[in-house]
């Protein structure tokens, strides 16, 4: 199965990784990007602006049930988890997990109960061990699993726990993700859900 949607995660550290990752995507990628990124309840300045300033795809925080497009790069707004869901985007102001709203684990698990094989999951820099449940519910589904360098990361806590979750040994630098999700997205049908899939 093709790439469906790329869905990063991360927190301290956040901001330069992807603005790196981002920076380093063609204008032409067409696989929807969704970020959960750690961040105050204010918002922590305009991180969209700062993210929009060097990515060529356009930068966006979502509506509550927004379609999920090709060639876009969703920011989950502050103090709200962002879900994927098939062919749409979900807010939910439920409890915060892992101590964070939004959550790395919400989303990557919405993420791979909505598209399974076709979910491509990026583990960042971060200082507490969200994303490691939901990227081993990626991994799971048959998704892929890309994870910082932990050695690399302003804080290697996050990939580190990911690493130990998944059993994933070989980890990236900034730049060679940006380049293995170009190699692993080609021009596709990005919205076609996973049918029949239990969560």
């Known amino acids: 199965m093709r790439p469906a949607v790329v869905v990063v995660g991360t927190s301290l550290g956040g901001l330069h990784a992807l603005r790196e990752i981002l920076g380093g995507l063609p204008a032409g990628f067409s696989i929807p990007v969704v970020i959960a990124q750690h961040r105050v309840k204010s918002g922590g300045g305009d991180l969209a602006g700062l993210l929009q300033a060097v990515c060529p795809l356009r930068v966006w925080e979502p509506e509550d049930k927004e379609p999920l ?21 979900a807010l939910s102001t439920e409890a915060p997990v892992n101590h964070a709203r939004p959550s790395l684990d919400v989303l990557f698990e919405s993420a791979a109960d909505a598209y399974g094989e076709g979910v491509i999951g990026v ?35 996050m990939p580190a726990a990911a690493q130990a979750r998944t059993g994933i040994i070989r980890t990236y630098s900034l730049g060679q993700i940006a380049r293995l999700l170009v190699e692993l997205c080609p021009g596709s049908d990005p919205l076609s859900p996973v049918r029949g899939r239990v969560g």
């Open 69 to 89: 497009s090709p060639g876009m790069v969703y920011l989950a707004p502050p103090d709200y988890h962002l879900l994927v869901e098939p062919g749409s985007l």
């Open 123 to 157: 583990v960042l820099t971060g200082s507490n061990e969200d994303g490691a449940r939901g990227a081993r519910r990626i991994q799971q589904r048959g998704g892929t699993v890309i994870i910082q360098d932990p050695s690399a990361a302003v804080s290697g806590i």
